[in-house]
T-cell receptor, first 114, second 120 residues
Framework: DTEVTQTPKHLVMGMTNKKSLKCEQHMGHRAMYWYKQKAKKPPELMFVYSYEKLSINESVPSRFSPECPNSSLLNLHLHALQPEDSALYLC?????????????FGDGTRLSIL | AQTVTQSQPEMSVQEAETVTLSCTYDTSESDYYLFWYKQPPSRQMILVIRQEAYKQQNATENRFSVNFQKAAKSFSLKISDSQLGDAAMYFCAYRRSKENSGGSNYKLTFGKGTLLTVNP
């Protein structure tokens, strides 16, 4: 069982739709991450949150909008996505951004853009 | 910048046999962390094993062990008594230590991965 829970598992949306991905952890971690992973490629970092504040944005297009409502929850709001945005979106958490402890990943959301 | 190289895009092993996945990395730092993550078709990235560069002793987790050669910048993963459930994509990853990075060691640098098939 994963300690980082992501919903939904799968999402199909049109380019004009607005949807959100959700990530939850109850390990008391204060750092949370969004990654994008294309098939047979390693994950690519998108955003880092530290103590509910956006710490890092890896030059991600504005059609992706992260939100951290509380220390356990991380959302990724999607709007006007492109077909090339189809990918697996992984959420991860760690004790702190500056911790040497490893990141724990969720199962991911498989996103398909029509 | 740090780079991680996994030279074997695909590997296969017979069930109950041993297989070694290779990983090399490039860094100018002396203190850092190395990880092997496993990603089965279920998609979750699972931490398999972790090595701290300042520790000379190779990390071991049950059937998984590493051969960490710091001078050669090599970090190979050995899987003993391979099981069908070991079939997955394996990623090697590097992370700077917080002491070296001024607190900005959030980034994992991944290799391109090795797809492991386990044959019954």
């Amino acid at each position: 069982d994963t300690e980082v829970t992501q919903t939904p598992k799968h999402l199909v949306m049109g380019m004009t739709n607005k949807k959100s991905l959700k990530c939850e952890q109850h390990m008391g971690h204060r750092a949370m991450y969004w990654y994008k992973q294309k098939a047979k490629k390693p994950p690519e970092l998108m955003f880092v949150y530290s103590y509910e504040k956006l710490s890092i944005n890896e030059s991600v297009p504005s059609r992706f909008s992260p939100e951290c409502p509380n220390s356990s929850l991380l959302n990724l709001h999607l709007h006007a996505l492109q077909p090339e945005d189809s990918a697996l979106y992984l959420c991860a958490s760690s004790q702190e951004v500056t911790s040497n402890q490893p990141q724990h990943f969720g199962d991911g959301t498989r996103l398909s853009i029509l | 910048a740090q780079t991680v190289t996994q030279s074997q895009p695909e590997m296969s092993v017979q069930e109950a046999e041993t297989v070694t996945l290779s990983c090399t990395y490039d860094t100018s730092e002396s203190d850092y962390y190395l990880f092997w993550y496993k990603q089965p078709p279920s998609r979750q990235m699972i931490l398999v094993i972790r090595q701290e560069a300042y520790k000379q002793q190779n990390a071991t987790e049950n059937r998984f062990s590493v051969n960490f050669q710091k001078a050669a910048k090599s970090f190979s993963l050995k899987i003993s008594d391979s099981q069908l459930g070991d079939a997955a994509m394996y990623f090697c990853a590097y992370r700077r230590s917080k002491e070296n990075s001024g607190g900005s060691n959030y980034k994992l640098t991944f290799g391109k991965g090795t797809l492991l098939t386990v044959n019954p």
